[in-house]
Every structure is written in C-alpha cells, then in structure tokens.
C-alpha cells in the first residue's frame, strides 16, 4: 500500500483525551500466489460462458482500489475510574479491508490491582458477493466453489465480551489476566486463520496470562 498519508487531532484534559485519526493509501498491488492464481483462472474464462467472472475477479482484487481509515478514541481517568473506547471505520471497494470495528472498556482500581471488562465488535461494512448459480462444466464449478469460498474467508462478522485484571506490583512490572469469549457468525472468521470455510456460528474462549515490565 502507497502513499500512506494521515492525519490526527487530538484534546486532553486532566482526565479526559480524546483523538481522531484519518488515513488514506491505495493498494498497489496483493502479493499473494494462491491469490494470483485464481485471478488469472478468472480472468480466463468467457464472459459468454460465465458473465459474472470478470466481476468477481476485479472484487477480489485489491490493486488500484484506495481505502480510507477513520477512527474516534476517547479516555477518561479519574480517581478508581478508567474509561477508554475507539471506533474505527476502513472504507474501500476491496472487501478483504472494508469493516467497522470498536471497543469500549471500563476499569475500576482496587489499591494496586486494576478490575475491567472489554466489549468489542468487528464486521465488514457489506456481505460476500454471491456467485452466481452452478454451470455445467465441472471445471467451473470447482472455480465457483472456490471462489465463494475466498470471499468468505475475509467476511468478518464477531463479537467479544473480556473480564480481566492487572495487577501493578512494582513500579515497572504489571501481571495481567484476561478471558475472552468471542461470537464468530457463519462466514464471519476473517480475522481467524482457518483450514476450512466458516460453515456454521462458532464460539472461542481464550485466556492470557502476561507480564509488562521496562528496563
């Protein structure tokens, strides 16, 4: 992606901060070979034989298409209270980076330990392009059922609820814990690392364990 170019702007005060944030860049070029590959398997077929193939192709495609990323963040802290949020929004024609996504979180101090708990959403701004009915050839089935296939992949659509705890027990070293519970619709994983399409709702839970420290 090039140019990146940007921008922010940002306010604060002796607890509040807030921050807004514009980018733009285009995608040059996707240097991906299973990608390229099902590209020029489009881009081969008929248009008399399959109308929608072209189409498709220039979706997948990113190169050439300009994305632009806006994002409002907003803190407060004050006394126990620890507030923080960010929203952002990636606009573009290429799919694999057009979604909105967002938390909020709210913290609470107890002495050195920090309680908190996270809402967080992330979901592309439009569904998978539908490929259209079965062909007769074979062949172009296989290249239909792949292609639905990839434009599944990158469709993100998920929710995630986190408790967690920090604790600061020296001056430069913190504990941290968290749970994460996450809600992935059907087709919605384009943030996981699949062998096989999203075919159904699934659900995750992860747990951390981490230590921060500087030196």
């Known amino acids: 992606m090039r140019p990146l170019i940007g921008a922010n702007a940002s306010f604060e005060t002796d607890h509040w901060k807030a921050r807004l944030t514009f980018a733009s860049t285009n995608v040059v070029s996707t240097r991906n070979a299973a990608l390229d590959r099902l590209l020029g398997a489009l881009d081969q077929v008929p248009s008399s034989v399959w109308p929608q193939a072209s189409d498709l192709s220039r979706l997948i495609s990113g190169e050439n298409n300009q994305a632009y990323y ?10 126990a209270w620890l507030v923080q949020s960010e929203f952002a929004l990636t606009d573009s024609k290429w799919p694999s980076v057009a979604l909105t996504n967002g938390y909020l979180s709210v913290g609470r101090r107890v002495g050195p330990v920090t309680f908190y708990t996270i809402g967080a ?35 993100v659509d998920q929710n995630t609820f986190s408790l967690g705890m920090r604790w600061d027990f020296h001056p430069k070293m913190a504990l941290k814990a968290q749970w994460d519970h996450t809600w992935v619709r059907k087709n919605g ?27």
């Open 189 to 215: 994983g384009g943030l996981l690392i699949l062998q096989e399409p999203l075919s159904r709702d699934t659900t995750l839970d992860i747990f951390s364990l981490n230590l921060n420290f500087v030196f």
């Open 70 to 79: 806006y994002s409002l963040g907003l803190l407060y802290d004050k006394d």
């Open 121 to 155: 959403y992330a979901k592309s701004l439009d569904k998978p392009e539908r490929v259209s009915p079965q062909l007769a050839d074979p062949a172009l089935n296989q290249l239909q059922t792949i292609t639905q296939n990839s434009m599944n992949a990158v469709h």
